[in-house]
């Protein structure tokens, strides 16, 4: 069964620190690029960041550019977001998804319909 599992959210202060991890199961994130997610309290959700297949590509919003960075460890199946410099406004529940329809696509697009989506993982951050 094909699964994403999130984990690595929790609370931090502003200009703290987390990494969120994206685990899969059930199938090999090799071929697929993996997009980050957040939806805060009565927001849509939005497009965090993404990463082609490869790893060659990488993607962010630019409320977090310069703060996040996207990568991905395909020999361990999992994908992650190093984030820094978080600030209140970075307060979301954080979603990690896979776009299996667009196989080892060489350009990731945070606008695609990702397929195959995780639990979420909550991140506060507060003063």
């Known amino acids: 069964q094909l699964q994403l599992v999130e984990s690595g959210g929790g609370l931090v202060q502003p200009g703290g620190s987390l990494r969120l991890s994206c685990a899969a199961s059930?199938?090999?994130?090799?071929?697929?690029?993996i997009g980050w997610f957040r939806q805060a309290p009565g927001k849509e959700r939005e497009g965090v960041s993404c990463?082609?297949?490869?790893?060659?590509?990488?993607s962010y919003a630019d409320s977090v550019k310069g703060r996040f960075t996207i990568s991905r460890d395909n020999a361990k199946n999992t994908v992650y977001l190093q984030m820094n410099s978080l600030k209140p406004e970075d307060t979301a529940v954080y979603y990690c998804?896979?776009?299996?329809?667009?196989?080892?696509?060489?350009?990731?697009?945070?606008?695609?319909?990702?397929?195959?989506w995780g639990q979420g993982t909550q991140v506060t951050v507060f003063s």
């Open positions: 998804a896979v776009l299996v329809s667009h196989p080892q696509q060489p350009m990731c697009v945070m606008t695609r319909r990702y397929d195959y």
């Open positions: 059930g199938f090999t994130l090799d071929y697929y690029a």
């Open positions: 990463i082609s297949s490869s790893g060659g590509s990488t």
